[in-house]
């Protein structure tokens, strides 16, 4: 057991560019979850995988916000078109779905800046 | 709707005093409750977790939590701090809808 791991851990980009960030969730573990978290703030729910099955998304995932999970193992996070209020922490956890303590595995984050 | 309030942006303790970080949530059906942890930069990390059972929660490094469902709370303790347990400390609930909703966090100061 690795743990959740995220890449990059940083981004800075300009404004308008795109940026794809990376999870790596615990293997077998069948729930991938992706939060935001912006400075000062608790983490807030982006959307969730089961397998790769994308079942919710927040109305905080506008049209430029897309994720995938193709083979259900790791999942990807792109931002099209990049504004200076997408800067924040974007966060990746992981469950075991049969699990049923509830416990999400939260990787590292990648700290994105826009420019 | 699920929410969570954390009372204390900050807490500011001496080395070796009590430590007591508030949390209240709100749920119409029973909740799962949590603590996280997180150190700068870094990810979360799980302090402890109240599913079902004992409503008295042991965590990692020391700290405890009750959950009290007349009170609607969770709050975190620990009996004396430690310089390492400086950080940001995060409450939240999930009542089943699969996901976690965090309070906006309290960051604790160790003082020596």
């Known amino acids: 057991d690795t743990g959740v791991s995220q890449d990059p851990r940083h981004k800075i980009t300009k404004r308008g560019q795109n940026v794809t960030f990376r999870c790596d969730p615990i293997?077998?573990?069948?729930?991938l979850y992706w939060y935001r978290q912006t400075l000062g703030q608790g983490p807030e729910f982006l959307t969730y995988f089961q397998n790769e099955a994308q079942l919710e998304k927040s109305r905080l995932l506008s049209d430029r916000f897309s994720a995938e999970r193709p083979k259900g193992s790791f999942s990807t996070l792109e931002i099209q078109r990049t504004e200076q209020g997408d800067s924040a922490m974007y966060l990746c956890?992981?469950?075991?779905?049969?699990?049923?303590?509830?416990?999400?595995?939260f990787g590292p984050g990648t700290r994105l800046t826009v420019t | 709707a699920q929410s969570v309030t954390q009372l204390g942006s900050h807490v500011s303790v001496s080395e070796g005093a009590l430590v007591l970080l508030r949390c209240n949530y709100s749920?119409?059906?029973?909740?799962?409750l949590f603590w996280y942890v997180q150190y700068p930069n870094q990810g979360l990390q799980l302090l402890l977790k109240y599913t079902t059972g004992a409503t008295l929660v042991k965590g990692i490094n020391g700290f405890e939590a009750e959950f009290k469902k007349s009170e609607t709370s969770f709050h975190l303790t620990k009996p004396s701090a430690h310089m390492s347990d400086a950080a940001e400390y995060f409450c939240a609930v999930d009542t089943g809808f699969q996901k976690l909703v965090f309070g906006t966090g309290t960051r604790l100061l160790v003082s020596p």
């Open positions: 749920s119409s059906v029973p909740p799962y």
């Open positions: 956890a992981s469950r075991k779905e049969t699990e049923f303590s509830y416990e999400q595995y």
């Open positions: 293997s077998e573990h069948n729930r």
